[in-house]
């Protein structure tokens, strides 16, 4: 099999030695929801450096510091950083709460780099703390070298946070060791309306333990809360050693925000003093968009948006779709004309056009949200595209009818969905000789997660698109604990010599449930 090489030799692991040993010494970020102002000594990066939509040249690099600083980053071709290339980043101060992304450009395609960032005090730049180190792959320029990745999402959920009774959220170290070119997070990357109590005891009397912060007691409503929600992952010793290592590929769903949001709701909840959820949303999105390096948003000088291409060589071009910004409201989904539907009309037409200028071998759209399962909003609304109506496309499944048309037609070759948000895992082939609307080709929809949250039963297929559920594995109730049921996460590998692309879902422990071949040019399989 050509693949990509990856060492695990001592250089190898030489490389993240700054990053582990400052996790080591310092095990927990301070939980300050912000920086003392006033403290002295050096400018530090207690929480960690991450990379993010790297491509063959390029990539962005983050970090948060504990007060006021320049960032500086530093990039070589090897762990001595003997010979190296300085890159100066944005002044971090209180406006982005102390984060800071700088975009690297011009680097070699299929190299590791390795990379340290530096805080320097913006009133005396030679006073500067202690570098933190990372390192990431960035993608290659010929088909002959593979690319593996893996994907999943909804991680502290349901109010399972960081246990450390159990070593915290584990299967970032078990995703981590398995040295992936990149991971696709497909949302639900914080709960803001689920507040994380310190113990809770689970049905055979078991004791689950949390970490607990102030801004994880209550749904998330202020600036502050938002950013203290984002912040609490990275408490966790494995996601900050993940991040030093992976380059995300990151979007967002409902959680960022509240449970089931669609833009213009007013809320009905006596949690929230603010019920207009589009300020909820903007102030969810600040702070979404300081916490994860993201090529679209205006931390980079963009518009701001979360779609997005993110082109990972001849082998690969990953869609990342935003299901929920442009959504119309939630409903029985049963009308008969609809142009807005999930994405809105501008996003499936920026969809539209991408995919048919891709050259990519495959064309992974990343969803987070699931076709043709059906996702309930209360009693008589529904939540995802599918409506529990195996009929004709009515609703948002109209939406969805019209693209899978496209590619049919375009004969745009290579093209699976990958989701999380229902937490579990499941494989789903659609066919149109099983579907009421029939104009489509054959694709494939995986579904993973969660990561760091609840386990659910399995939800109903909706036959309009000929769904057939060929692997499931989820629990029997709802919101079963980490410590009762397995977290999951898939993976994909396409192979540099035939194109073949192998999908694995995975169980946290180590094992592969499932696995797929799928093979490249076809418009349909």
Not at 161 to 168: E, L, R
Request: charged share 25%; net charge neutral.
């Amino acid at each position: 099999m050509s693949h990509s090489p990856r060492s695990s030799s001592p250089d190898r692991r030489s490389v993240l030695r700054g990053t582990v040993a400052a996790s080591a010494a310092l095990a927990l970020p301070t939980l300050a929801a912000a920086p003392a102002l006033a403290l002295s000594g050096r400018p530090g990066a207690t929480w960690g450096v991450q990379t993010g939509d790297v491509t063959s040249s390029s990539g962005l690099v983050w970090v948060r510091s504990d007060r006021p600083a320049r960032m500086i980053v530093e990039t070589s071709a090897t762990d001595s950083f003997r010979h190296t290339h300085r890159w100066h980043g944005p002044l971090l101060g209180p406006g982005t709460d102390f984060t800071g992304t700088t975009s690297l450009r011009g680097l070699p395609a299929g190299e590791q780099v390795h990379y340290r960032v530096t805080l320097a005090d913006p009133d005396d730049p030679r006073r500067t703390g202690e570098p933190v180190y990372g390192t990431f792959r960035t993608a290659p320029s010929k088909r002959r070298e593979g690319v593996r990745f893996l994907w999943s999402g909804d991680i502290a959920g349901q109010g399972w946070g960081i246990n450390p009774d159990i070593g915290g959220f584990r299967a970032y170290e078990e995703m981590r060791r398995l040295d992936p070119d990149f991971f696709l997070c497909s949302g639900d990357t914080v709960y803001a309306d689920g507040v994380i109590q310190p113990s809770v005891t689970l049905p055979d009397g078991r004791i689950w333990r949390n970490i607990t912060t102030e801004e994880k007691s209550k749904v998330a409503q202020t600036l502050a809360d938002f950013r203290g929600n984002f912040r609490y992952n990275l408490l966790d010793e494995n996601v900050r050693r993940f991040n030093a290592q992976v380059p995300t590929v990151v979007q967002w769903d409902d959680h960022e925000v509240r449970n089931n949001w669609y833009p213009g709701q007013i809320l009905d909840d006596v949690r929230y003093a603010e019920k207009n959820v589009d300020v909820l949303a903007e102030r969810s999105m600040q702070a979404f968009s300081e916490y994860f390096p993201i090529s679209t948003l205006p931390s980079q000088g963009r518009d701001g948006r979360v779609h997005r291409v993110v082109r990972y060589g001849p082998l690969l071009d990953v869609f990342v779709l935003d299901m929920r910004s442009y959504r119309n409201a939630n409903s029985p989904g049963r009308q008969s004309d609809d142009t807005q539907g999930i994405l809105g009309a501008e996003q499936l037409a920026w969809l539209k056009r991408e995919l048919s200028r891709s050259r990519a071998v495959w064309k992974v759209i990343a969803a987070d949200m699931p076709l043709g399962l059906v996702v309930q909003d209360g009693a008589t609304n529904f939540e995802a595209v599918a409506q529990g109506d195996p009929g004709v496309p009515l609703g948002r499944e109209l939406q969805i009818a019209e693209l899978l048309r496209f590619i049919k037609h375009c004969r745009i070759t290579g093209t699976l969905w990958l989701t999380a948000d229902v937490h579990y895992t499941s494989a789903q082939h659609y066919a149109p000789e099983r579907a009421a609307f029939k104009d489509f080709a054959p694709f494939w929809e995986f579904v993973s997660g969660p990561l760091a949250a609840g386990g659910f039963p399995a939800n109903a297929l909706d036959g309009t698109f000929g769904p057939e559920r060929v692997f499931v594995r989820a629990p029997e109730r709802a919101n079963v604990s980490p410590m009762e049921s397995p977290q999951y996460f898939g993976e994909v590998d396409i192979d540099g010599g035939s194109g073949e692309l192998t999908v694995r879902l995975r169980a946290e422990g180590g094992t592969v449930l499932f696995s797929k071949v799928l093979q490249p040019g076809r418009v349909g399989q």
